[in-house]
């Protein structure tokens, strides 16, 4: 099992920004790629970016590339997703998802662990 907390998502006007973090409570993300999901109302849950466990791999849906980073911490216990120049568009629930494998990335189906989620609502 993986235990994941979210934090960090507000509301926030848009040009800000945000940091998520997702935490491997109790554990690290060793052998685990993590990904940042996104779901808006009335909408498919979205890939927003996943990093490898090395940090190496690293994928960026096209809308949030120049804007968002993935990043993990040098003991792979916290993924962040730092969010800049947010836009409206932005506003969803976010979801941190980690598993084994990257077969499938942009796939909600390739990950078996997932967080709770966090809002984040961008104002205009």
């Known amino acids: 099992q993986v235990p994941l907390v979210e934090s960090g998502g507000g509301l926030v006007q848009a040009g800000g920004s945000l940091r998520l973090s997702c935490a491997a409570s109790?554990?690290?993300?060793?052998?685990?790629?993590v990904a940042w999901f996104r779901q808006a109302p009335g909408k498919e849950r979205e890939l927003v970016a996943v990093?490898?466990?090395?940090?190496?791999?690293?994928i960026l849906t096209d809308s949030v590339k120049g804007r968002f980073t993935i990043s993990t911490d040098n003991a792979k216990t916290t993924v962040y997703l730092q969010m800049n120049s947010l836009r409206p568009e932005d506003t969803a629930v976010y979801y941190c998802?980690?598993?084994?494998?990257?077969?499938?990335?942009?796939?909600?189906?390739?990950?078996?662990?997932w967080g709770q989620g966090t809002q984040v609502t961008v104002s205009s």
């Open positions: 990093i490898n466990w090395s940090g190496d791999n690293i």
């Open positions: 109790g554990r690290t993300f060793r052998g685990y790629a």
């Open positions: 998802a980690a598993d084994r494998t990257l077969a499938t990335p942009h796939s909600r189906w390739n990950y078996d662990y």
